[in-house]
């Protein structure tokens, strides 16, 4: 039973469309977010929801939109997508206090052409 | 802004060979100190929080300590399935969880 669940593990898409990925967590947590990592592992923080609200914003293109219709939901919608949003993202969420850490999803490894 | 730096960036070791990673980090006002470890191909998995200097935690061959500006993550006596990328995090005051470039081991039969 998959704590942090994304979809679509893989997405290969051409510059210029729109995507999006999904992200579910049955944990029971208030609070989930957005991470991408790029090529050399790094591990950036993009967004964080608590309870539905957008509580964290990183400088990330405006390209980039969470949506967050329930706090068991957090998705990623990204508009004309160019080469260098290529990266794996990953989806996590965690008790408001962030106490015993974050859990995180497998991620989406989202290649641009 | 909050920085977290670890060293080595790669750790080759023989299976039996105990070794330590570091984590360095700058941050205002610190509410944890992360572990993580991330296998290829997946998420990162939660090992430790650490809260205050002093502190330290074990879980079968990892032990992480923690001091004021410094955090260590020992391996004793690894085996091939430790092989992965280490990750420490901070977490400041905003709740905000800042990962360094992490530390990958592989271990060698």
């Known amino acids: 039973d998959t704590a942090v669940s994304q979809t679509p593990k893989y997405l290969v898409t051409q510059m210029g469309n729109d995507k999006s990925i999904k992200c579910e967590q049955n944990l029971g947590h208030d609070t989930m977010y957005w991470y991408k990592q790029d090529s050399k592992k790094f591990l950036k923080i993009m967004f964080s929801?608590?309870?539905?609200?957008?509580?964290i914003n990183e400088t990330v293109p405006n390209r980039f939109s969470p949506k967050s219709p329930d706090k068991a939901h957090l998705n990623l919608h990204i508009n004309s997508l160019e080469l260098g949003d290529s990266a794996v993202y990953f989806c996590?969420?965690?008790?408001?206090?962030?106490?015993?850490?974050?859990?995180f999803g497998s991620g989406t490894r989202l290649t641009v052409v | 802004e909050d920085q977290v730096t670890q060293s080595p960036e790669a750790l080759r070791l023989q299976e039996g060979e105990s070794s330590s990673l570091n984590c360095s980090y700058t941050v205002s006002g610190l509410r944890g100190l992360f572990w993580y470890r991330q296998d290829p191909g997946k998420g990162p998995e939660f090992l430790f929080t650490?809260?205050?200097a002093g502190e330290e935690k074990e879980k079968e061959r990892l032990k992480a300590t923690l001091t004021k500006k410094e955090s260590f993550l020992h391996i004793t006596a690894p085996k091939p399935e430790d092989s992965a990328t280490y990750l420490c995090?901070?977490?400041?005051?905003?709740?905000?969880?800042?990962f360094g470039a992490g530390t990958t081991v592989t271990v060698r039969a």
């Open positions: 996590a969420s965690s008790r408001s206090d962030g106490h015993y850490g974050y859990t």
């Open positions: 929801y608590n309870n539905k609200e957008l509580i």
């Open positions: 995090a901070v977490q400041p005051n905003d709740y905000k969880l800042s």
């Open positions: 650490l809260y205050s």
